[in-house]
């Protein structure tokens, strides 16, 4: 059997396991009793234990509770890295099963799943999933993934305007602007170049790169030399001013961006705030969660 049918198996396998081991209460739909309605959603993050980007996170949870105020919000972190690390230090984060299973026994009917990542890459697909396995159980009455930041046409535009309305006003004619992206192997590394692309027509001179996919900062790099740019301003494309922002974008080893365009004669101004301390960005997060709740 090849590795891909496996985990979907076992991760199956594991969800159902930890919807039997949180109660019979998952399952109460099915003996003829009528549950109240109760609607739930869901966050789920890749996560973060730095500290600093936890002010990412309660402005999203701060904009969805006073978008919903009547629907509990819980969390959930798809990275048991992170989750582990955090539990070393005292701070326990579900994943997203384990999460969807208390809410399962706690009574919810009704379930909008929220991802805060940027594109559908391997981490969204792996929540679709997740997701799926509780609709085939009927744990919920209604369960419901809301899109990425990243999805539809109207989200690339949203995310123009908001990229534009975060660069630094005090940014001067003639420098550019490069927004780190994680990036991935999965075909929504795409969605970057694209955005890329869209953003440029309104202002040329901003860049969106990855640091794991494409464009890579070499392609970045060469097209701040054909413009014979000399100052540029980074920025994180990523919800949180996380690990990579601190060090793969920002930080002083030579590795970092700060550091391989310093080199190269470039002057850089970096910037520590992840898209998820800007309304423009969250607001866009926020209304994935109204369509799917306006289901029910």
Not at 115 to 136: N, Q
Not at 138 to 152: K, M, V
Request: proline content about 4%; aromatic content about 8%; glycine content about 8%.
């Amino acid at each position: 059997m090849c590795n891909g049918k496996m985990k979907k198996i076992v991760l199956f396998a594991c969800i159902l396991g930890l919807a039997l081991c949180y109660g019979g209460s998952v399952f109460a739909g099915h003996h003829g009793k009528e549950k109240p309605v109760k609607k739930g959603i869901l966050l789920v993050a890749f996560g973060s234990s730095e500290e600093s980007a936890q002010v990412s996170f309660k402005n999203i949870e701060k904009k969805t509770k006073a978008a919903f105020p009547e629907i509990p919000v819980k969390w959930a972190y798809t990275s048991h890295i992170i989750r582990h690390k955090l539990a070393r230090q005292g701070i326990h984060l579900d994943s997203a099963e384990v999460a969807l299973a208390k809410m399962a026994d706690e009574g919810f009917t009704h379930v909008v799943v929220q991802s805060l990542h940027t594109i559908g890459g391997a981490e969204y697909h792996d929540l679709i999933r997740v997701v799926a396995g509780f609709k085939t159980m009927g744990a919920f009455e209604s369960i419901i993934l809301g899109n990425p930041l990243l999805a539809t046409q109207e989200d690339m535009e949203r995310a123009v305007s908001a990229l534009l309305s975060t660069i630094p006003k005090e940014r001067k004619k003639g420098e550019a602007v490069v927004f780190m992206g994680h990036g991935t192997h999965h075909p929504a590394n795409a969605f970057y170049a694209a955005l890329m692309l869209q953003v440029q027509l309104k202002d040329p001179n901003v860049f969106i790169g990855t640091v794991e996919g494409y464009p890579a900062l070499e392609d970045i790099e060469a097209l701040l030399k054909a413009k014979k740019i000399k100052t540029t301003w980074l920025i994180p494309f990523m919800s949180v001013a996380g690990d990579h922002a601190k060090n793969d974008m920002a930080g002083d080893e030579e590795d970092s961006w700060k550091s391989i365009l310093t080199q190269a004669g470039f002057k850089c101004k970096p910037v520590l705030k992840g898209t998820a301390e800007y309304d423009a960005f969250v607001d866009i997060w926020v209304d994935h969660i109204r369509g799917p709740l306006g289901h029910f």
